[in-house]
């Protein structure tokens, strides 16, 4: 049987969606395809964001930066934004079930010195983490049923 295909949108597809792509690959990837994409691609995935992840043994550093029109020949079944730009600027997609948008602070706008910086986006991966993994627990036990 085919796994539902989670699409994770962000406006750069630098940080957030990539977070949360690794995040929820890492806690559900036997029950998702997971991807992500974003409204207007930065065209990287950013160092840091890539490190903050690593600390928790996930490996981002494959990633690609994409945009979300790449996926509307796909069969998407969720759609989750995690920026309010990315929400704003969502297609419907063919196949789409279920949307959600669960906003979270940009860590690449954060200003200070390396590490005030590098705690930011350790701040956001673990609000994405908890959001992310709770998303996933739900969904496994739900699937038990």
């Excluded at 950013?46 to 043994?57: C, F, R, T, V």
């Excluded at 350790?122 to 998303?135: G, N, P, S, T």
Aim: a neutral charge; charged letters at 20%; aromatic letters at 8%.
């Amino acid at each position: 049987m085919k796994k539902p295909h989670v699409l994770i949108l962000c406006t750069g597809n630098s940080c957030r969606s990539h977070m949360a792509e690794g995040i929820l690959r890492h806690a559900a990837g036997d029950l998702f395809e997971v991807s992500s994409a974003g409204s207007k691609p930065a065209g990287y995935v950013h160092p840091k964001a890539i490190a903050a992840l690593a600390e928790l043994g996930i490996d981002i550093a494959h990633h690609t930066s994409k945009h979300m029109n790449d996926f509307l020949s796909r069969d998407v079944n969720t759609v989750i934004t995690v920026c309010g730009n990315a929400d704003q600027a969502c297609p419907m997609f063919p196949g789409q079930v279920n949307r959600y948008h669960w906003g979270f602070s940009d860590p690449a706008h954060a200003t200070g010195t390396e590490d005030e910086i590098m705690a930011e986006f350790r701040i956001v991966r673990d609000q994405i983490k908890l959001v992310f993994e709770a998303y996933a627990a739900g969904f496994r036990e739900a699937s038990k049923r």
